[in-house]
T-cell receptor, first 112, second 117 residues
Framework: GENVEQHPSTLSVQEGDSAVIKCTYSDSASNYFPWYKQELGKRPQLIIDIRSNVGEKKDQRIAVTLNKTAKHFSLHITETQPEDSAVYFCAASNRGTYKYIFGTGTRLKVLA | NAGVTQTPKFRVLKTGQSMTLLCAQDMNHEYMYWYRQDPGMGLRLIHYSVGEGTTAKGEVPDGYNVSRLKKQNFLLGLESAAPSQTSVYFC????????????????FGDGTRLSIL
């Protein structure tokens, strides 16, 4: 079945450094890739998404890149801040289904 | 708008008891989803619905039932609770979208923390 692998499971960075989280998907028909941030005890919230007709998308300090050939996409956070500490989930979906397949999450710790 | 509202927020059950989790959304979304979240396992889809009166199985449906009698509500039932169903349950909804944008972001509720002893 469809699968999304996410790495690393934990990531610690110094404040101000960059963080990169990578996901690989198995369903070649996937065409939509959202990223969610989940703070402790809170709901997952969308932070950025990308569609398969775009290779890169940026929103201030956050960017996502997509490589359809390799079937992987990455989240890049620059100039990290303590409030970026959270669990980040990637997901993949294709237009033919209604389901989203989530990665297992990355716990990001930004050290002050 | 409240968005997606889940009730209750917390519940403790004994093995074998039954209960229903309620999800309500006020965004007129067609699609609704129930997930469970366990440490290190991300979000796993239990059941979902693509419209009023329709439901479908997700990745981990065993031991759960759902109903979508009204567009705004999606109920998740545990018929006979088991300790393995101890988890945090999230409901989500999204609009259908059109054409190339048919996939839209999901909006999540605050979750229900369920413990089964």
């Amino acid at each position: 079945g469809e699968n999304v692998e996410q790495h690393p499971s934990t990531l610690s960075v110094q404040e101000g450094d960059s963080a990169v989280i990578k996901c690989t998907y198995s369903d070649s028909a996937s065409n939509y890739f959202p990223w969610y941030k989940q703070e402790l005890g809170k709901r997952p919230q969308l932070i950025i998404d990308i569609r398969s007709n775009v290779g890169e998308k940026k929103d201030q300090r956050i960017a996502v890149t997509l490589n359809k050939t390799a079937k992987h996409f990455s989240l890049h956070i620059t100039e990290t801040q303590p409030e970026d500490s959270a669990v980040y989930f990637c997901a993949a979906s294709n237009r033919g289904t209604y389901k989203y397949i989530f990665g297992t999450g990355t716990r990001l710790k930004v050290l002050a | 708008n409240a968005g997606v509202t889940q009730t209750p927020k917390f519940r403790v059950l004994k093995t074998g008891q039954s209960m229903t989790l309620l999800c309500a959304q006020d965004m007129n979304h067609e699609y609704m989803y129930w997930y469970r979240q366990d440490p290190g396992m991300g979000l796993r889809l239990i059941h979902y619905s693509v419209g009023e009166g329709t439901t479908a199985k997700g990745e981990v449906p065993d031991g759960y039932n759902v109903s979508r009698l009204k567009k705004q509500n999606f109920l998740l039932g545990l018929e006979s609770a088991a300790p393995s169903q101890t988890s945090v349950y999230f409901c989500a909804s999204r609009p259908p979208g059109l054409g190339l944008n048919s996939n839209q972001p999901q909006h999540f509720g605050d979750g229900t923390r369920l413990s089964i002893l």
